[in-house]
C-alpha cells in the first residue's frame, strides 16, 4: 500500500530536550516536505527537499532542523524544542514537482512542557 | 511571499444545498492552485488541482473550482452537499516561478445540517 508514514503520532516532552519525528514513504517520490498546522493559521511549510541531499526553508523553519540522506526518509528535528513549537506536524510527499499531488502522513501530535 | 486567503472560516449548508468555499491569492503571476480536504483526525488529500489549461477543473467527490485570473480566486464548489463532505477544506498554492515552496490558507470548516 502506498503511504506516508510518521513516528511517533503522539509525543509529550519537556523544554529542551532533543527530538526527532520520522517521516518515510514507499512512493519512490522525490518530493516531501514537513508542515505544522495550528489553529487559525492553516499549515505552514516547514522544510522542503526535492531530493536526496537537497533540502530548502519554508515559511517557519526556524527552530527546526531535517535532513534528506535516504530518498524514502525525511526526519524532522527539534533539537531545543520550545512550547510555542507545540503543534500538530504533517509530513508530505509528492513525485516530482509542485505540480504533483502531495500525498500526506497521519500527523504527530507534539506538546511541548 | 504568496499569501493565500479562505473567506470564511466556518460555513454551514444543508443537505442537498450548494456549497461554496472561497479561496483568493495574492501573485500577480498566476500560480499553481491545489484545494486539500481534511477528515476529522487524518491527513490531507487533494481534492483537486489546476496547473494550465481548462479553467474549470473538476474533482473528487463531486467538486469542482475555477480558476478566475481577473479576479485572483480559484473558489470550490459543489451543487449538492451530503453529510460526508463535513470536513475542512484548505486552498493551497504553489508559485510557477519560484518552485516548490508551498503556502496554504487558514483553512474552512464544512458543517452539513442534516
Known amino acids: 500500500e502506498a503511504q506516508v508514514t510518521q513516528n511517533p503520532r503522539y509525543l509529550i516532552t519537556v523544554t529542551g530536550k532533543k527530538l526527532t519525528v520520522t517521516c518515510s514513504q514507499n512512493m519512490n517520490h522525490e518530493y516531501m516536505s514537513w508542515y505544522r498546522q495550528d489553529p487559525g493559521l492553516g499549515l505552514r511549510q516547514i522544510y522542503y527537499?526535492?531530493?536526496?541531499?537537497?533540502?530548502d526553508k519554508g515559511d517557519v523553519p526556524e527552530g527546526y532542523k531535517v535532513s534528506r540522506k535516504e530518498k524514502r526518509n525525511f526526519p524532522l528535528i527539534l533539537e531545543s524544542p520550545s512550547p510555542n513549537q507545540t503543534s500538530l506536524y504533517f509530513c508530505?510527499?509528492?513525485?516530482?514537482?509542485?505540480?504533483?499531488?502531495?500525498?500526506f502522513g497521519p500527523g504527530t501530535r507534539l506538546t511541548v512542557l | 511571499a504568496q499569501s493565500v486567503t479562505q473567506l470564511g472560516s466556518h460555513v454551514s449548508v444543508s443537505e442537498g444545498a450548494l456549497v461554496l468555499l472561497r479561496c483568493n491569492y495574492s501573485?500577480?503571476?498566476?500560480?499553481?492552485l491545489f484545494w486539500y480536504v481534511q477528515y476529522p483526525n487524518q491527513g490531507l488529500q487533494l481534492l483537486l488541482k489546476?496547473?494550465?489549461?481548462?479553467?474549470l477543473v473538476k474533482g473528487i467527490n463531486g467538486f469542482e473550482a475555477e480558476f478566475k485570473k481577473s479576479e485572483t480566486s480559484f473558489h470550490l464548489t459543489k451543487p449538492s452537499a451530503h453529510m460526508s463532505d463535513a470536513a475542512e477544506y484548505f486552498c493551497?498554492?504553489?508559485?510557477?516561478?519560484?518552485?516548490?515552496?508551498?503556502?496554504f490558507g487558514t483553512g474552512t470548516s464544512l458543517t452539513v445540517i442534516p
Open positions: 527537499s526535492m531530493n536526496v541531499e537537497v533540502t
Open positions: 508530505a510527499s509528492s513525485g516530482w514537482d509542485s505540480t504533483d499531488t502531495q500525498y
Open positions: 489546476y496547473t494550465t489549461g481548462a479553467t
Open positions: 493551497a498554492v504553489s508559485e510557477r516561478d519560484t518552485g516548490n515552496q508551498f503556502y
Open positions: 501573485s500577480s503571476v498566476p500560480p499553481y
